[in-house]
């Protein structure tokens, strides 16, 4: 039996504090590890919840940063890096709040954005090493919409928006590679 690899996919991480200090600082770090941002979504309010405020302070700005393609077995080694990373910088003491930023990344693939998490519920599956990843968003009917348990700031219009203009680019970047792959060049 022939093992069949799924498609690549593309590698995005949610980021969000209440200082832009803190943002520049990942962006910097993710693009270290990840590579070049691809694409970003412009920051807005992280205003749905205020399950955040006791560690990480009021006034939280999100954004997105769309990286390139990944394997998508790495979805719990990108959770544990990005927790590091949060750690990290919550170590330097430069920032009041204990957890001075936030990061959360996914993946995307045509029919939906996965989300890795560090908390079980019923409709999330266990990955490896304490992560879990649950299907945030589905790609129906032209766009991507959200479930019942999908997070109120996934639900936004900028939201859904971006990840459609996401969609749009990893599609560009699937056919360049199956250009690649009809096209290889020739060794002589």
Not at 57 to 76: H, I, T, W
Not at 101 to 108: A, F, K, S, T, Y
Not at 110 to 139: C, M, N, P, S, W
């Amino acid at each position: 039996m022939s093992e069949r690899r799924p498609a690549p996919v593309l590698l995005i991480v949610a980021a969000f504090s209440r200082h832009s200090g803190a943002l520049a600082w990942a962006q910097t770090e993710l693009e270290q590890l990840y590579g070049p941002v691809a694409l970003a979504s412009l920051p807005f309010d992280f205003n749905q919840t205020r399950y955040y405020e006791p560690t990480m302070g009021p006034d939280l700005r999100k954004l997105f940063l769309a990286f390139g393609l990944v394997s998508s077995g790495l979805l719990a080694r990108f959770k544990i890096q990005t927790g590091e990373l949060e750690q990290r910088l919550a170590l330097t003491a430069e920032y009041e709040e204990s957890r001075p930023l936030n990061l959360d990344p996914g993946l995307l693939g045509l029919g939906k954005f996965l989300l890795a998490t560090t908390k079980d519920q019923a409709h999330r599956v266990y990955l490896a090493d304490g992560i879990y990843a649950e299907v945030t968003l589905r790609y129906q009917a032209g766009a991507f919409e959200p479930w019942p348990w999908t997070y109120a700031d996934y639900r936004q219009p900028c939201v859904l928006s971006f990840f459609n203009q996401a969609r749009t680019y990893y599609r560009g970047l699937l056919r360049e590679l199956e250009h690649v792959s009809e096209h290889p060049t020739q060794v002589r």
